[in-house]
């Protein structure tokens, strides 16, 4: 850069020094040598005013003489650097040095053209200057083809942050065990690096085979809820189906997915990207309304990045979905599907922290199948794990989803009952009874049920001790009762 600003100097000099040698009077001032001049050049009177302008300057702005002599050159300067102009001239007329200046001049359409003029005193009488001399180079390209390096640049700049952020996320994603704050997480970096303002994760699901948003930014809550895309339908479910990225500029005009845009999305362009693991579709990331505006137009740069980011996403996922498969295993009885006598006793102390914390009724149930030893000797232990299976499947599906029901031990279940009064938990009861005498097995089998009721005096231990009289006394009383202990 340096280099071309010596030359351009050189040049501006050399073209100064042979405009002196010639024009040595006023009427030299319209000389052929003036006008033929390859530098922008003009002379300016000590008004400010254009004396003359030579062919190069009224050829590249497209004016006529008459449209620029006498008028104020300041009238063809772009308007912050006018008073620089002015003073430049000042200083020349008063002998002081001056430096060369760079001026942008007003074309006749209304075009800049950037000119690095240097100025100087030009016509004396009684050794005052009469008129300066303003020559100068075209340096418009020069100019631009600087601002594209700088944008480059910065472009770079930009990209390479970019990067970084991505790399920098590898570690805390892979230590997000839990899959919804891990989707979660995956968003807020997805539309913080790339400068979005709405982003939504997609998760296959295998058994009806659609796709369903997992987690999303800037999107309605029903929208949220509601969408569900088979795989080869819509834009999301192409991209899972085909195992393509999609970077879409325009979404009215792309050749693949021309089509009008949704009045709810700012920006018409977008990023559409599957999740994939094993060459298996995982989900898809949809990503839109680049920039603050949301006008922005996303880059195969920004669709790379993506990738990128998506490629950690597919390995936390599997590994969040692993975790949650050993978590069910670990708390899951493996014959009914039921929580087991672990996992009951770690949440029945946190629903008792709960109670005490907030006032809340609470209670517990406790139940077991009558004569059950007597089915097992009849049809077996395969017979009988049927019937656990069956009595499990319909408790489970008569009670309402926050109450948690476990298998205790062998043919013994509890069921928690949060917010749930004495009564309430009793009527709870009786429906759980007509659901088991409506069952079809190979004999009628009925439950006995004990309920206890908490209070703040006690612990979890306690509540099930208190359950356990009940269900004794159930047993005591003949079986198929329910007795509360409130």
């Given amino acids: 850069m340096e280099n071309n600003q010596d030359k351009t100097k050189n040049q501006l000099s050399n073209e100064l020094v042979s405009l002196r040698l010639h024009i040595k009077n006023i009427e030299d001032r319209d000389g052929l040598l003036f006008d033929r001049n390859p530098a922008f050049s003009m002379i300016v009177d000590s008004n400010g005013k254009v004396e003359n302008v030579n062919k190069v300057f009224l050829s590249n702005l497209n004016y006529s003489k008459s449209e620029i002599i006498g008028q104020p050159v300041i009238n063809f300067i772009i308007g912050e650097q006018s008073m620089a102009v002015l003073a430049q001239i000042e200083k020349d007329f008063r002998g002081e040095e001056t430096h060369e200046l760079e001026v942008g001049l007003y074309a006749k359409d209304g075009s800049v053209r950037t000119v690095l003029f240097s100025s100087s005193q030009l016509l004396f009488q009684e050794e005052k200057p009469l008129s300066i001399l303003m020559a100068g180079v075209d340096i418009t390209a020069r ?13 770079s700049r930009r990209e390479g942050q970019k990067l970084e952020q991505v790399l920098s996320i590898d570690q805390r994603i892979s230590s997000i065990l839990e899959l919804n704050h891990l989707v979660d997480f995956i968003i807020e ?38 969408t569900r895309v088979k795989l080869g339908e819509s834009i999301s479910g192409l991209v899972a189906r085909d195992f393509k990225p999609l970077v879409v500029m325009n979404i009215e005009t792309d050749s693949l997915v021309a089509r009008k845009s949704n009045p709810s999305y700012k920006g018409k362009s977008f990023l559409s990207l599957p999740i994939k693991l094993h060459d298996k579709i995982v989900g898809v990331v949809n990503v839109t309304d680049k920039d603050p505006n949301g006008e922005g137009i996303f880059t195969q740069t920004d669709s790379k990045i993506l990738a990128m980011i998506v490629q950690q996403a597919a390995i936390a996922i599997e590994n969040a979905n692993h975790c949650k498969e050993l978590e069910y295993l670990s708390t899951t009885d493996s014959l009914t599907g039921l929580y087991n006598h672990r996992y009951f006793m770690r949440t029945l102390e946190h629903e008792v922290e709960r109670s005490k914390r907030y006032g809340k009724p609470k209670c517990l149930l406790m139940l077991d199948i009558d004569d059950f030893k007597s089915y097992n000797d009849t049809y077996g232990h395969l017979g009988g794990n049927q019937v656990l299976k069956e009595i499990s499947r319909a408790i489970k599906e008569s009670l309402r989803t926050v109450d948690i029901i476990c298998r ?51 612990d979890g231990r306690d509540l099930i001790l208190k359950a356990d009289q009940a269900l004794y006394q159930a047993k005591k009383e003949g079986k198929n009762e329910i007795c509360c202990l409130p």
């Fill in 143 to 155: 100019k631009k083809a600087e601002e594209v390096l700088q944008q480059l640049h910065e472009d």
């Fill in 189 to 226: 970096k997805a539309t913080e690096i790339l400068g979005a303002q709405r982003c939504s994760l997609m998760l296959l699901d295998m058994e009806s085979q659609e796709l369903l948003i997992k987690g999303a930014k800037g999107l309605d809550e029903n929208v949220i809820k509601e």
């Fill in 408 to 458: 205790y031990a062998g043919d013994e279940f509890v069921i928690i009952l949060p917010e749930t009064t004495i009564l309430q938990a009793e009527i709870i009861a009786e429906k759980i009874k007509k659901v088991i005498s409506n069952l079809k097995l190979k004999r009628v089998i009925t439950l006995s049920m004990g309920i206890a009721a908490y209070h703040k005096n006690i």
